[in-house]
Nanobody
Framework: QVQLVESGGGLVQAGGSLRLSCAAS????????MGWYRQAPGKQRELVAA???????NYADSVKGRFTISRDNAKNTMYLQMNSLKPEDSAVYYC?????????WGRGTQVTVSS
């Protein structure tokens, strides 16, 4: 079992920055991919950024150049640095780990960007 706990969300003005953290614990095993997703009211959950095995990264087109995903293996923690935030970035942000046993999700952290 894997436990994921997100933190770092909050209210920020447009143009501001936030850094989300996702602390992982439990039987993580070999990770195929880990990433950040978001879900706004009335919309489907969407991938924001991911790190795949080998270290490659993927970003949604809407966040390229503004968001950066990273991980600290020693701390079992993943980060999402979000800069130049826009109101349309407002959503609940979830971290995800996919390993040989399946998908694991955190409970999410709210990000609200005011105009």
């Amino acid at each position: 079992q894997v436990q994921l706990v997100e933190s770092g969300g909050g209210l920020v003005q447009a143009g501001g920055s936030l850094r989300l953290s996702c602390a992982a614990s439990g039987n993580i095993f070999i990770i195929n991919a880990m990433g950040w997703y978001r879900q706004a009211p009335g919309k489907q959950r969407e991938l924001v950024a991911a790190i795949i095995r080998g270290g490659g990264t993927n970003y949604a087109d809407s966040v390229k150049g503004r968001f950066t995903i990273s991980r600290d293996n020693a701390k079992n923690t993943m980060y999402l640095q979000m800069n130049s935030l826009k109101p349309e970035d407002s959503a609940v942000y979830y971290c995800n780990i996919n390993n040989l046993r399946g998908d694991y999700w955190g409970r999410g952290t709210q990000v609200t960007v005011s105009s």
